[in-house]
């Protein structure tokens, strides 16, 4: 039966390419993919499979319902988009201004649209269900994960699976973990506030620039310093933002940054050292200040057996060149809400495109298209092994 689904799969690849490119063109910020949604459920309509709509806000899952027993495998894909000004000179280029699909998440929508399609045609032989997952705002915290869970979407699902098509990783290869695999995502924000003044009389000012760069210095050594070698921690500043003219001092600075774990204790370390150097450096600097960390997502921790029948399926891929249990990324997935409550493996489809890398989250992402079959035929063969 595995052979008959891979051979639909590449029969699908052409519609395959036309709906991501579909998508590409027409994409949706986190909590507002309303049309992208109704996109996806006019599929399940056509395929005669029963859907439910709006679960925990824009969220889409569909249920195929097999004529033997067995277990009900969920299978995930997002679907949002980032603010981001599609910049590649394409066909299929975004229309919409400064919204770009420049994580590959409308290849994930493409990608379990096929995989539903060809389960269809089969479902009189399939042993137990499968459910497909169409999930919202995976780019933005809160999530989509959550809510939908929430609604009780797990319930009934004894094992679920979810794939990114990954462009730092090359075309061919197929990558999971036993156990960590994604980070957890915070974010802080610090707002100094000083008092403003002009700049050649700097002496009558409290200035929060100086107060800022001397505080992301220090911050930059939590990690360096304070933290064990043989523990895993990422601090980023990425924003920092004061004033407007030359030869002014603003009265405010702000920065913020990310803080990547997999520790708990980690986690709640470096968030209360960022309080403390804060507060030194602003007490140094005789300045106020606020600070905020906001928890993002939970750390995506793989089960170790199901990881293993990913490997294990996608060496059944012809395309796959390499499969690999690798070491944890530091970038971050709501997914990791579902194995909080489901046992279940996320991995990473190798997508990159031969003329070169080009990140995630940048104005010239793209990915390569063939990477789609793969995935999808890996989370076709791993269903098959649940069964």
Known sequence: MRDIL???????????????????????????????????????????????????????????????????????????????????????????????????????????????????????????????????????????????????????VDVVYGTHLWTSTPYGVVESARGNFMAAADRFIIDIKGTGGHGAIPHQTKDPIVAASDLVTQLQQIVSRRIDPLETAVLSIGKFHAGNAYNVIPSTATIEGTVRTFNPDIQQFIREEIGKITQGVCTAHEIAYDYDYLYGYPPVVNHAANAEKVIAAAQHVKSVEKVEMVSPSMTGEDFSYYLQHKPGAFFFTGAQINNGFVPHHHPMFDFDERAMLIAAKTLVAVTLEEQ
């Open 6 to 156: 891979f051979a639909e799969l590449d029969a699908l690849f052409d519609e395959m390419v036309k709906t991501r490119r579909f998508l590409h063109q027409y994409p949706e910020l986190s909590f507002h993919e309303t049309k992208t949604s109704a996109f996806i459920q006019e599929q399940y309509q056509l395929l005669d499979i029963p859907y439910r709509a709006n679960v925990g806000g824009n969220g889409v899952i569909a249920t195929l319902a097999g004529k033997k027993p067995g277990k009900t495998v969920a299978l995930r894909a997002d679907f949002d988009a980032l603010p981001i000004q599609d910049e590649k000179e394409v066909a299929y280029k975004s229309k919409h201004a400064n919204v770009m699909h420049a994580c590959g998440h409308d290849g994930h929508t493409a990608t379990l649209l096929a995989v539903a399609k060809v389960l269809k045609q089969h479902q009189h032989e399939l042993q137990g269900n499968v459910v497909f997952i169409h999930q919202h705002a995976e780019e933005l915290a809160p999530g989509g994960a959550k809510p939908m869970i929430e609604s009780g979407l797990l319930d009934n």
